[in-house]
């Protein structure tokens, strides 16, 4: 098989690192399967000897989706180039460390995650929503805003968003738009205002899912979508899945009301921006939120966990208000959804 044709699977990627010369021998090794998401490959390389956990992933042209979904392969170099600028500033036990790169199959080997690892979004849905590691993605996402936005190299190495463009504004946004006339000018707004915004580097997938927790320490994974632009978008992000869960789970809506507050609050005084900046940056953080409320329903990724109507109609009426009436701040949201009948049971 040529490079140019290999689709990874547990069954050939050992003699594949052999072939490369990252591993000695193929029975070295085992391989399983990964959640690769809709957009890639991932599958987990430990050594029999306990001295490797590696991470390989490759992109896919065509998104595993119901909707036709498609975005540029070469993403995935952009993501291991990513790793390489970050790590002086968010050290190597934050962020996977990049081991091989092939060009001509459109995947790249790291390092994993320390073992004992938990996705953040499997502690959400199991009901336990642990503020500290919710203050601790807020440290973190300040963090890579503080890195980023006065360091040239990033505007320079990034400033292609062109894949952010296909894996976030169209299938979420747009779609969103298309289905929801009667918000469609908010939303065709919201990208607008959004695009301008070329301030800091974007992670465009600062969610729980690539929150791997470990002693409530984050290793933060999946760069493909990352981006010069509006730093919003990254918070706006995460608070949406901290909402949606609390639209999911609504007996227990208040452990991811305060996780989001938590997150929020960490998020601000880290970035301790003056008055004006904290505002504008509040103001698009709240639009993205009622934008991918929407988009997580009806874009072309809705959210797995949520499946029953009158769920996702809940959802869809607290993100059109939030995209009609733009409130100034986050207590405003957090103050509608606890008291308008967006969670009460029965509504």
Known sequence: MSNEELVITPGNLPDYLAAQGLIERAEDVTVRELGGGVSNLVLLVESLDGARRWVVKQSLGKL???????SDRGRIFREAEALECLKPSLGAYAIAQVIHVDR????????????GSVPWKEQLLGRRADLAVA??????????????????QFREKFGDRSVFDQL????????AAARHPDVAAALQDLIADSWKIQTALV???YSPKNMLVRREKIFLIDFEVIHWGDPAFDSGFLLN??????????????????AA???????LNALMFEQRAAGDFERMTVRHLGGLMLARIDGKSPVEYIQDQETKERVRRAAKRILLE???????????VRHAPFLQQGM
């Open 64 to 70: 595993r989706v119901k909707d036709d979904w498609r």
């Open 104 to 115: 001509a199959s459109y995947l790249y080997v790291m390092t994993a995650a320390p073992a």
């Open 135 to 152: 203050r601790e993605a807020g440290a973190f996402l300040a963090q890579m805003i503080a890195a980023s936005r006065h360091d040239p």
């Open 168 to 175: 976030r504004i169209d299938p979420y946004y747009r779609t």
């Open 203 to 205: 992670h465009g997938d």
């Open 241 to 258: 899945h901290l909402f949606l869960k609390a639209f999911h789970q609504r007996s227990v809506a208040e452990i991811f009301i305060e």
């Open 261 to 267: 507050r938590e997150f929020w609050k960490t998020l």
């Open 326 to 336: 733009r409130p100034e701040r986050l207590e405003e949201v957090v103050t509608m």
